[in-house]
């Protein structure tokens, strides 16, 4: 089955530093990815939808230059968390929808302490 | 009011029982239908994938839509401890341009042994 690898898998910075985030597409090309947010107990927040070759598209009230997105190859999305703060660490889920089928699989998640 | 609605739970059930996961949805242009299995501190993984109305059957997991009264629902059979996570349901219209997924808030599932 579709497979989509996610890393790190858990990551603890210093406030002010930046992390970036990887999700990679292993066995099918994703022009299109998604990163989502999700709190504790908490359902999954969209963020951003990644184009790849063109700039994000942003959900409202996400900071387009806190969380910068990257999407270069049809298989490989980065997002990178800018000057974290506390308030930025959360569970970091990415999704990309393969473009055979259109099916969408979830990466294993990134959870970001910031410290 | 949300575009869909899920009972957070938590829901906890004798290993063995039938268990039945619902949501509810406002959008009529919805027309693909998903459920989504979520164990702690993990990604989501697809259950379940449906279009427009009817049932689905797979193995112990039985998924139904009924677009007239825009509700759909997950059966567990002869549930296992194993079956024991977060269940989000999710939806999609019919655009796969950038089409996005709509969640539910998710339902937390205990099996009792």
């Known amino acids: 089955g579709a497979v989509v690898s996610q890393h790190p898998s858990r990551v603890i910075c210093k406030s002010g530093t930046s992390v970036k985030i990887e999700c990679r597409s292993l066995?099918?090309?994703?022009?299109?990815m998604f990163w989502y947010r999700q709190f504790p107990k908490q359902s999954l927040m969209l963020m951003a939808t990644?184009?790849?070759?063109?700039?994000?598209?942003?959900e409202q009230g996400v900071e387009k230059d806190k969380f910068l997105i990257n999407h270069a190859s049809l298989t490989l999305s980065t997002l990178t968390v800018t000057s974290a703060h506390p308030e930025d660490s959360s569970f970091y889920i990415c999704?990309?929808?393969?473009?055979?089928?259109?099916?969408?699989?979830f990466g294993s998640g990134t959870r970001l302490t910031v410290v | 009011q949300k575009e869909v609605e899920q009972d957070p739970g938590p829901l906890s059930v004798p290993e063995g029982a039938i268990v039945s996961l619902n949501c509810t949805y406002s959008?009529?242009?919805?027309?693909?239908f998903m459920w989504y299995r979520q164990y702690s501190r993990k990604g989501p993984e697809l259950l379940m994938y449906?279009?427009?109305?009817g049932n689905k059957e797979d193995g112990r997991f039985t998924a139904q839509v009924d677009k007239s009264s825009k509700y759909i629902s997950l059966f567990i059979r002869d549930s296992q401890p194993s079956d024991s996570a977060t269940y989000l349901c999710?939806?999609?219209?019919?655009?796969?341009?950038?089409?996005?997924?709509?969640f539910g808030t998710g339902t937390r599932l205990t099996i009792i042994p």
């Open positions: 999704s990309a929808r393969d473009d055979s089928n259109y099916g969408y699989t």
């Open positions: 066995d099918f090309q994703a022009t299109t």
């Open positions: 990644s184009n790849e070759g063109s700039k994000a598209t942003y």
């Open positions: 959008n009529s242009a919805f027309q693909y």
């Open positions: 449906t279009y427009s109305s």
């Open positions: 999710a939806m999609m219209r019919p655009n796969f341009g950038n089409e996005k997924l709509t």
